[in-house]
Each structure stands twice: as structure tokens, then as C-alpha cells.
């Protein structure tokens, strides 16, 4: 799909951005930080926020600084959050865009991204959002996704694209996310 991102069309999925799972995730600060900065901005704009964690009892729940962020995360075991009760029902109706971030990309992301685009859902990536412990399986994780029809993004392609223009309220605030 050649069309930017629309706030009013979109959907923030954040997978797996656990307090236990971070600290082994290579460059986990950078992806967890991209992650808030979406997470903030989504805020800003009322763009919905369906967050998951996986195995809760062993991995923690969503990182301090996201947990305001991800409210009643989806607690799962499945890898493909498609597959885990509730996550279907939780993406808002209307909303055709679903812009995800989390961990591992090429466990959990992966195999939900798959199963979001096997029913159809239009999915954009935001990589640098996306973590795994060992970056050569990142980055074979993104090449299976875009194989697979999900659209590599970067964080701050998402914000400005959700504002369209420097003219937008919000603008401002977005500055402030990205320094």
C-alpha cells in the first residue's frame, strides 16, 4: 500500500515490551524508547492501544515507562497474539491500519504480524521499535514480514505522517518526543 499513515485509520499494537524480556533484548533501551515515543504520540491522538505480554507470571509486565500506555494488556502464551483470547476482538472496528512494535521480532512479532496479515490486516513495522536478543534474527524477521506484505517504517515516519503537516496542534509535542 502506497499511503501514508492515518491516525484516524490506525491502530498501535505493542507486543511483548516486558520489564523481565528488555534488558536481553539487543539495543532493548533504543526499542523500548520508540516504543513510548509511539505509544505517547497515539495518546495525543487518540489512536488506540492494544498491548499484549507474554507468559506475565514469568516475564513481567509492560516496561514502567509503557504500562500507562498498554492498560489491560492481553495476557498470553501463544506466540501469534491472533491465536491468544481476546486480541481479535480488542482492535477497535474502522481501524484498517495496525502499526506494531515489540519483542521479540522474530518470535512473537513475527508470528503475530503473519497472522494479522493472513486475516487480511493491512501492517506497517515500525523497526526500529521492534527488538530481538540477537540482531541477525531482527533483521531476518523484517525481511520475512515484508515478504509476507507488512510495510517497513521507521518510529518517526509514524509521527510525522500521523500529523501531516507542521501546521498540526500537536506538532510541537512531537518535537519534544523525537530530541
Known sequence: ????????????????LQARLMPAIHDGATVAANALRLASMAGMLGVPVVATVQNPEGLGSCVPDL????????????????????????????RDELIVAGCE????????????????????????????????NKAMA???????GAEPLTTEMVLFEWLRNSGHPRFRDMLQLIR
Do not use: E, W
Open 1 to 16: 500500500m502506497n499511503t501514508l499513515c492515518d491516525a484516524q485509520r490506525s491502530t498501535l499494537i505493542l507486543i511483548d
Open 142 to 148: 523484517l525481511q520475512r514480514m515484508q515478504s509476507a
Open 105 to 136: 521480532a522474530h518470535v512473537c512479532v513475527l508470528q503475530t504480524v503473519l497472522g494479522l496479515r493472513r486475516r487480511g490486516y493491512h501492517v506497517r513495522l515500525a523497526a526500529d521499535a521492534a527488538g530481538s536478543r540477537h540482531p541477525g
Open 67 to 94: 504500562a500507562p500506555f498498554c492498560g489491560d494488556a492481553i495476557a498470553k502464551t501463544d506466540f501469534d497474539a491472533t491465536a491468544a483470547a481476546g486480541f481479535l476482538d480488542a482492535l477497535p472496528p474502522g
